[in-house]
């Protein structure tokens, strides 16, 4: 027989396949799983490991899931279009579909030899033109319900990408890919309006069994700030504009206002004089970053416009100038300085010697940005932060100069972008019509394979004279394609709904079917996606819920990120560093399952660590170990000479281990708690090696604890556990119901765990003088007794008086004596 090494993988691998054994029935009558794994981009770099710490220890999961009866459904697929794939294929010449598609095929392969129950035949592929049908239909209907518009804004452009970004691809001021630096450019662009549902978004978040972390970046991602809109009025002219506060109960400490260097408003209300030193400002500060210009510690700058606003609250003048620590892209782009209560303002102040008045007692320094008490305030004084703002809102209100107000931080999704490979916008520009949407019978906007993709800066299709020249749908007159290509994150944002419907050849999904499949019960994958993907998807979602295309409200309920798997130097896996791991070296020496239940044991889930070739090979050994156990103790039970029917002091022993293994693997591995689940087998692999010794064993109860074992081992070592069960149970190539997943998880026996018998030390003088067995459960006269009359005791105190006896419940009593 075969030790467990590649070629086990193999055989079950293709077993597996040829009888369909993890094919999802949508019409089964046990409870549906969805579980999820984030899929991949097919790059050029074949699956990692740290690919496989998602997916191996997930998979794991799954099966344990189906063990326990439900009806697991684990797809799989991949994130085709976008730049990974676009920049490989710049860099190696080589056509980005056809680079695509061979990367598909290779990493199809390395996930085949994981050994993983996906449901391949639901598999997605987001730059399959059957794929990006659909996410062309999704554009359109968010374009008929005005949900996707096309506006001219500022935007974030990458100069290396050569493309606009979303402002959550900006991480602190560059790229989230490349890392340049980012601009910004002014162009006309199509936005997905998830604003709309920002309110929705952010209440939400509380019902989902998500990272904590995760929730509250998203949260702090939407932003709902509330405040209020107060209205200035400019002194001798017609013109007013307002200012977001969420502090009016400091009106009345206002000394100045600033616009930010973009607000339109700056070219009116600058006089003459100052227009020269405005326009250099306003030129410098279009080099600045928002990160920049929100930070606390940079020195602040600013002009002054020669215009004066009026402060409604009491008629007062006060200058208004021209800051970059106001954003354009903020509430209404202007905001009303009161340097005693704020930070920036009161470092604004000083350098450029405003007033600076107390309006809010407390603290004893300036600036003092806590709440307290309303002074210097007219009829509002003695109210209290909260009150006040209340207050003086009112009374804005009433005099029409204000009312309250919520701003979100959170903007439109950006998801035009200047790139080849991605799915075409399907969009016709008409002279005579405008902006006309492609007919639903239409789809798909065919992405033409013949186009120079290396990016300039212009959207590549726009160079394709085959594909730009169309008709208009409308008037039919000659007309314009789109040439911009969608964000891959519209892609991304609904294939786990695809998923549940992949075949579906007249519709993006069927209602019924993904009603029934979805949501997601368990999605797991890298928290760096926490406030793009996973808020998009969940935009998504409630977006085709109100046009009725299915009846949830979160496509997540609950999520893990998994930790990261470090090189064994402890840092980040790199190709330049020279430290990754290549999973498929090992797979070949060790097998799949070695190479997975290292992955579960060696490392916490969440956390991940670095690599150890040690701890790798010492979980080599333990299967090795595993497999020695299991083959004599079936060969004890094939034998069948040496039987005993009684449950004695061993056999105790070795139901014990067995149902605290059942107990705490199910337990553990239920929080993807892995580690310690696999320790817990470790130490039945033990009591069982040590049961091996007896002489006269229990077979039945041998076998019994064989078959859990078997089972438990199952999730974490499929290949090998598919091959034990099938020994031992003798297993005929043609007997259809041949396989462990098929089983039941093991039940557990409560009753096994209470051990009928303890050890407690005795001590005296807090010495340990002998250990005894006694019954559990045993009253504390009766363990005194027990151990005053033990011989070993007796002689030792004898002669000596007895001052007291202490009893720790079972643990040890402890005997005093003089
Ligand atoms: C006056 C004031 C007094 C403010 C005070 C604070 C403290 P959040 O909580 O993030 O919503 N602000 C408003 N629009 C801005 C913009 N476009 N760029 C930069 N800053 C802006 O912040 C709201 C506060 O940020 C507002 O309240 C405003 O300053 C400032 F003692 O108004 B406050
Ligand atoms: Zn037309």
Not at 106 to 116: D, F, R, V, Y
Not at 369 to 375: A, Q, R, V
Not at 436 to 441: L, N, Q, S
Request: with cysteine; aromatic share 12%.
């Amino acid at each position: 027989m075969a030790k467990y090494n590649i070629s086990v993988d193999k055989k079950w691998q293709k077993k597996w396949e040829d009888t369909n054994l993890y094919k999802f029935d949508e019409d089964s009558s046990k409870e549906k799983l969805y579980v999820l794994e984030m899929f991949s981009y097919p790059s050029g770099s074949k699956l990692h490991a740290g690919h496989w710490f998602n997916y191996g220890p997930v998979d794991s999961w799954a099966r344990l899931k189906r063990m326990q009866g439900y009806n697991v459904f684990q797809p799989m697929g991949f994130d085709a279009f976008g730049l990974p794939a676009e920049n490989f294929a710049i860099k190696t010449g080589i056509h980005p579909k056809d680079s695509t598609v061979k990367n598909i095929k290779t990493m199809e392969e390395q996930l085949k030899s994981m050994g993983a129950m996906f449901n391949w035949d639901h598999e997605v592929i987001t730059s399959d033109p059957e794929y990006y049908k659909w996410t062309q239909w999704l554009f359109l209907k968010l374009f008929e319900k005005d949900l996707a518009y096309r506006k001219k804004a500022p935007v974030n452009w990458c100069p290396s990408c050569n493309t606009v970004l979303a402002n959550e691809q900006v991480v602190d001021g560059v790229c989230e890919r490349c890392e340049t630096e980012v601009t910004k450019k002014e162009l006309t662009q199509w936005f997905l309006k998830i604003t709309d549902y920002a309110d929705e978004l952010l209440e939400n978040i509380d019902t989902l069994d998500w990272p904590e972390k995760t929730k509250s970046m998203q949260k702090h991602w939407i932003g709902k700030s509330t405040g209020a809109e107060v209205t200035f009025k400019v002194k001798d002219s017609d013109l007013s504009f307002g200012v977001f506060t969420t502090r009016a109960d400091t009106l009345f400490g206002v000394s100045y206002v600033v616009l930010a260097p973009e607000n339109p408003l700056v070219d009116v209300l600058t006089l003459d004089k100052y227009k020269d030193e405005v326009e250099s400002y306003k030129l410098q500060a279009k080099k600045q970053s928002e990160i920049e210009r929100q930070s606390i510690t940079r020195d602040k700058t600013g002009v002054f416009s020669g215009s004066y606003a009026i402060n409604p609250i009491n008629g007062r003048e006060v200058p208004i100038w021209i800051g970059d620590y106001v954003l354009a892209t903020y509430g209404t782009g202007a905001v009303m300085a009161v340097p005693a209560h704020d930070e920036r303002d009161f470092s604004f102040a000083t350098k450029y010697n405003l007033p600076i008045e107390r309006v809010i007692d407390g603290g004893k320094d300036l600036p003092y940005t806590d709440h307290g008490t309303m002074i210097n305030s007219g009829e509002f004084n003695g109210l209290t932060t909260k009150e006040g703002k209340d207050a003086i809102v009112s009374k804005l209100e009433s005099l029409n100069l204000g009312s309250l107000k919520t701003n979100y931080r959170l903007r439109d999704w950006l998801i035009s972008r200047q790139r080849y490979w991605g799915a075409p916008i399907p969009i016709v520009h008409c002279e005579h019509c405008g902006t006309v949407a492609v007919p639903e019978e239409q789809l798909p906007v065919i992405l033409p394979y013949d186009v120079e993709f290396t990016p300039d800066g212009k959207s590549p299709l726009a160079k394709s004279e085959d594909f730009i020249n169309t008709t208009c749908p409308k008037c039919g007159g000659a007309a314009k394609r789109e040439a911009d290509t969608l964000d891959t994150f519209v892609c991304s944002s609904w294939y786990y709904l695809r998923y549940a419907d992949s075949n579906n050849s007249e519709k993006a999904f069927d209602i019924d079917k993904i009603n029934k499949i979805l949501p997601v019960d368990k999605y797991v994958g890298g928290p760096e996606h926490a406030c793009m993907h996973l808020l998009y998807a969940r935009f998504i979602t409630k977006a085709l819920r109100d046009m009725g295309y299915l009846n949830f409200d979160e496509p997540f309920k609950s999520l893990t990120h998994q930790g990261l798997i470090l090189g064994p130097d402890g840092h980040k896996m790199s190709k330049s560093k020279g430290n990754t791991i290549s999973p498929d070296d090992y797979i070949s020496e060790y097998g799949s399952d070695v190479f997975r239940m290292y992955l579960m044991f060696g490392f916490s889930y969440v956390e991940g660590g670095a690599w150890s070739d040690d701890g790798l090979k010492s979980i080599a050994r333990f299967v090795e170990r595993m497999e020695r156990v299991i083959d004599s103790a079936r060969e004890a039970i094939e034998d069948n000479t040496e039987d005993k029917t009684t449950m004695d002091k061993a056999e105790k022993e070795l139901n014990y281990w067995r149902h605290f293994a059942i107990k705490n693997v199910t337990t553990d591995s239920e929080i993807l708690q892995f580690n310690t689940a696999i320790a817990r087998i470790m130490e039945l692999t033990t009591a069982l090696s040590k049961y091996m010794n007896e002489s006269r064993k229990n077979l039945s109860l041998l076998k019994d604890t064989l078959t859990d074992f078997i089972k438990l081992i199952a999730p974490f070592t499929p290949h090998f556990a598919e091959e034990q069960w099938n020994l031992l149970y003798k297993i005929k190539d043609s007997d259809i119901d041949y396989s462990v997943f098929n089983q039941k998880w093991p039940k557990l026996d409560e009753k096994a765990l209470i051990k009928d018998e303890i050890e407690i030390a005795i001590q005296v003088n807090g010495k340990i003088k002998t250990r005894i067995n006694i019954a559990s459960g045993l009253s504390e006269d009766l363990i005194k007794e027990a151990a005053l009359n033990d011989s070993d005791i007796t002689s030792s105190i004898e002669g000596k008086s007895i001052v007291k006896v202490i009893v720790i419940k079972g643990r040890l009593v402890n005997i005093v004596v003089k």
